[in-house]
RNA sequence: GGUGCCAUAGCUCAGAUGGUAGAGCAACGGACUGAAAAUCCGUGUGUCCCUAGUUCGAUUCUUGGUGGCACCA
């Protein structure tokens, strides 16, 4: 059975950079769980890996598609696996690499198999703008009073989507969630890389300081007839696009770049809080990275 | 050097005729099953510059400092 190592961490802390020398000893795949690296049209904003760390291993889910075609958590579940399949048929390692916390949840422990519906979620969204809320709250409260109680009723995302499955499945979303995890055909190891938060947060202002210098905004403003596309909903562009409208000075934009980068980094740790077995290092710790893997291998830990 | 004004949260500031204080932003914490770098929720974190007085009680009033700003020299 193949072993899938998988390497989380908040933005900028150095999950390329270990996944690179990590699948270079290993002489094995990585293949990415980076909800926004998916996509060709963006280079500098993502902070792809660099040409040297994709010299270093066969990278999938690395700028594949286009920003016109979208992929979701669960289509990335269900082409990963697939991917996956092939991959172990010759390698015994694979890394999965990537910030988005979903992602990488969803292709290690599966999600449910709600279904889709952009034409039901086009109208919800309709009488969204028009009335509010309000309206789809009470459809929810009807369809599933189970998922209404729980479900967060400010979010309009998660209400809007719950009335979607049940209105695409035609049972309430509270009966097709199962919150089990399913069960895949290899095993998983799981490690984040980490630093304190001050010297995160050093780094991440850093790194933006780079991206406006190799040509961000250029960047963003060939995009900008595709803003509205979901994957241009991403920190970097978006505070751009406000540029482009004048509604921030240049300094400002970079400096909210920056400050919504840190955010976001925060919202990634919190994510990973949660996760009880997740062994924490030090991006630099490659040979002790190495060491616990050859021990968790040979189940001393 | 003189005179005046100011000093309160990380920042910009408000405030109480004396009963240890609150807004915005930032920050911090949390949620998360097909929009997830998205979306949403929660939390004031404080030698009220220092000192000595007056007072039952001073961040508030008074004295003397210190720092900043402005004007005059």
Same mark, same amino acid.
Do not use: W
């Given at each position: 059975m193949g072993r899938l190592v998988v390497i989380q961490g908040a933005t900028a802390a150095g999950k390329s950079a270990v996944a690179a020398s990590l699948a270079l000893g290993y002489q094995c795949p990585v293949v990415s769980c980076d909800s926004r690296q998916f996509y060709r049209?963006?280079?500098i904003? +993502?902070?792809?890996p660099s040409p040297e760390e994709l010299a270093a291993a +066969?990278?999938?889910?690395?700028?594949?598609?286009?920003?016109?075609?979208?992929?979701?958590?669960?289509?990335?579940?269900?082409?990963?696996?697939?991917?996956?399949?092939?991959?172990?048929?010759?390698?015994? +390692?694979?890394?999965?690499?990537g910030g988005s916390g979903l992602f990488a949840d969803a292709l290690v422990y599966g999600l449910d198999p709600l279904p889709t519906s952009e034409t039901i979620r086009g109208e919800l969204n309709t009488i969204y703008e028009r009335d509010g809320l309000a309206p789809i709250l009470e459809a929810l409260r009807m369809a599933d009073p189970?998922?209404?109680?729980?479900?967060?009723?400010?979010?309009?995302?998660?209400?809007?989507?719950?009335?979607?499955?049940?209105?695409a499945s035609g049972m309430p979303y509270s009966n097709l969630r199962t919150a089990r995890h399913a069960t895949r055909p290899f095993s998983v190891v799981r490690l984040a890389v980490d630093?304190?938060?001050?010297?995160?947060?050093?780094?991440?202002?850093?790194?933006?300081?780079?991206?406006?210098?190799?040509?961000?905004?250029?960047?963003?403003?060939?995009?900008?007839?595709?803003?509205?596309?979901?994957?241009?909903?991403?920190v970097g562009y978006s505070e751009f696009f406000d540029y482009f409208d004048g509604k921030l000075s240049k300094e400002a934009t970079i400096d909210k770049i920056k400050q919504n980068t840190r955010n976001y980094a925060k919202r990634q740790l919190t994510w990973l809080r949660r996760e009880r077995d997740l062994r924490y290092f030090a991006p630099s710790d490659i040979e002790q990275i190495v060491q616990w893997l050859e021990n968790s291998t040979h189940g001393i830990i």
């Open positions: 049209e963006m280079t904003g +993502t902070a792809v +066969t990278h999938y889910f690395i700028q594949d598609r286009s920003i016109e075609e979208p992929l979701s958590a669960g289509a990335y579940e269900q082409e990963a696996l697939v991917l996956l399949e092939k991959l172990f048929a010759h390698h015994s +390692t694979v890394i999965l690499v189970v998922h209404y109680n729980l479900v967060d009723r400010q979010n309009p995302l998660r209400v809007i989507r719950a009335l979607e499955v049940c209105r630093m304190p938060r001050e010297e995160l947060y050093h780094r991440i202002n850093s790194r933006v300081e780079q991206m406006v210098h190799r040509g961000l905004e250029d960047e963003a403003r060939a995009l900008i007839a595709q803003r509205h596309l979901a994957p241009l909903r991403t």
